[in-house]
């Protein structure tokens, strides 16, 4: 069974700070990864979805890397904002048909 | 990118009577629709999947009779709460897929709260 685990829980960094998000899965079978952003009672916002044959995904300030074989994925955002702040969830799909298994998440506070 | 609405994005009903939200794939075929359940300060669980034109499969624990869920076309799936109690007072959202491994799209979620 398929296990995600995020850490840490919380994070809080003062404005301009460089910093890592990480993920960790128990089943290095997966057909992808996805990281997505949530605030504050809204839906999810898609970052950054990597494929199970690529090592990494860039968009803007954000990175995200895979490491299949460790079963781990880490999300890097550069000169971190107060807009960065958010519920930070990474998910993985086992399967091009399955369903995707969500990490409890890490809520990030950037502080002005 | 792909768009996937809900409605209503809040509800607000008594206990006892039934709540239906929509969810639409707007500019894809959708062949497969997930709906999950989110409780305050938890992450998002998968409750149900549903293929178009097929009963939906329910993951362990999720009630079929109380959480009916209608997939009767490429872009509309339908998650009705019956007989809403107030713990069924949560964020639901849905995610859409055309399928072979192409990207989930995610709608925004509807609120409901039980009273």
């Known amino acids: 069974k398929q296990e995600v685990t995020q850490i840490p829980a919380a994070l809080s960094v003062p404005e301009g700070e460089n910093l890592v998000l990480n993920c960790s899965f128990t089943?290095?079978?997966?057909?992808?990864l996805q990281w997505f952003r949530q605030d504050p009672g809204k839906g999810l916002t898609s970052l950054l979805l990597?494929?199970?044959?690529?090592r990494e995904q860039t968009s803007g300030r954000l990175n995200a890397s895979l490491d299949k074989s460790s079963g781990r994925s880490t999300l890097y955002i550069a000169a971190s904002q107060p807009g960065d702040s958010a519920t930070y969830l990474c998910?993985?799909?086992?399967?091009?048909?399955?369903?995707?298994?969500f990490g409890p998440g890490t809520s990030l506070s950037v502080i002005p | 990118g792909a768009v996937v609405s809900q409605h209503p994005s809040w509800v607000i009903c008594k206990s006892g009577t039934s709540v239906k939200i929509e969810c639409r794939s707007l500019?894809?075929?959708?062949?497969?629709m997930f709906w999950y359940r989110q409780f305050p300060k938890q992450s998002l669980m998968l409750m149900a999947t549903?293929?178009?034109?097929?009963?939906?499969?329910?993951e362990q624990g999720v009630e079929k009779d109380k959480f009916l869920i209608n997939h009767a076309s490429l872009t509309l799936s339908t998650l009705t709460v019956t007989s809403a109690h107030p713990e069924d007072s949560s964020f639901y959202i849905c995610?859409?897929?055309?399928?072979?491994?192409?990207?989930?799209?995610f709608g925004p979620g509807t609120r409901l709260t039980v009273t």
């Open positions: 995610s859409a897929s055309s399928g072979g491994g192409y990207e989930q799209y």
């Open positions: 089943d290095s079978a997966i057909y992808n």
């Open positions: 990597i494929q199970s044959s690529q």
């Open positions: 998910a993985v799909l086992k399967t091009s048909y399955d369903k995707v298994i």
């Open positions: 500019d894809f075929q959708a062949t497969t």
């Open positions: 549903s293929n178009e034109g097929s009963k939906a499969t329910y």
